[in-house]
């Protein structure tokens, strides 16, 4: 499986039988549904669904339950964060564990979460997936 199509399957959203390249792109442009949000809080804060607020305000969130989409930049930060998860699970093995090193503070992220660092920017993520990487292929990390 692509990991284009395990994010997908982890946000919940059902391709088409053979999507094109930019099926992805053009879906979080148009804008996710709220119920991706959903999905990708539980998956990584079980226990804490505040974590919803980090990705929309409280406020914004009220109005997007009314429309059922977030917006492009709101969709972008959870696509980004549900790629950096799929990874970490990926990698460590299980949700548990994936959501345990998203979670830690990271030596070479200056001690920041990777979930904060990838929720911040895109180059942050790329960022917490080379240290994936370096983990999953046995570089120091």
């Given amino acids: 499986m692509s990991a284009g199509v395990a994010v997908a ?6 391709a088409e039988k053979r999507p094109g390249p930019l099926w ?4 979080i442009a148009r804008g996710l549904p709220v119920a991706a949000l959903d999905r990708v809080v539980t998956m990584i804060s079980p226990d804490d669904q505040a974590l919803r607020f980090r990705f929309v305000p409280r406020a914004t969130l009220a109005r997007r339950m009314r429309t059922k989409k977030l917006s ?7 696509a980004r964060v549900a790629s950096v998860f799929v990874l970490a699970r990926e990698v460590w093995g299980s949700d548990a564990e994936a959501r ?6 990271h ?14 920017t895109e180059i942050g993520a790329r960022l917490v997936e080379t240290i994936l990487g370096r983990l999953q292929y046995g570089t120091a990390a």
């Fill in 72 to 78: 492009a930049e709101e969709s972008a930060r959870l």
């Fill in 100 to 105: 345990a090193f998203l979670t830690r503070g």
């Fill in 9 to 14: 399957e982890f946000l919940g959203l059902r």
């Fill in 107 to 120: 030596p070479l992220l200056e001690d920041r979460s990777p979930l904060d660092v990838a929720m911040a």
């Fill in 24 to 27: 992805m792109a053009e879906t």
